[in-house]
């Protein structure tokens, strides 16, 4: 289907969501974990909810890959 990419500009990073279909939000699950603090046993990257985080549009896809780190979750 659609990828989408959502940018955490404070922390100069993004990460890739590729939408099953028209109706899937599964990326809201995704922002909750790295929103919610980590607790010692987690390692998973974290984003502040003061964070400014915006849903990035296609054209600047390989801006993002040349200049952002990229999360694998």
């Not at 990460?15 to 099953?20: I, W």
Request: charged share 25%.
């Amino acid at each position: 289907m659609d990828t989408i990419l959502i940018v955490n500009i404070n922390e100069n990073s993004f990460f890739r969501y590729n939408k099953k279909n028209e109706t899937d939000t599964g990326y809201n699950k995704l922002l909750l974990e790295l929103l919610t603090p980590p607790d010692k046993k987690t390692t998973i990257s974290h984003w502040l909810r003061t964070d400014k985080i915006v849903f990035a549009p296609k054209h600047i896809e390989s801006y993002l890959e040349r200049t952002y780190n990229e999360l694998y979750l």
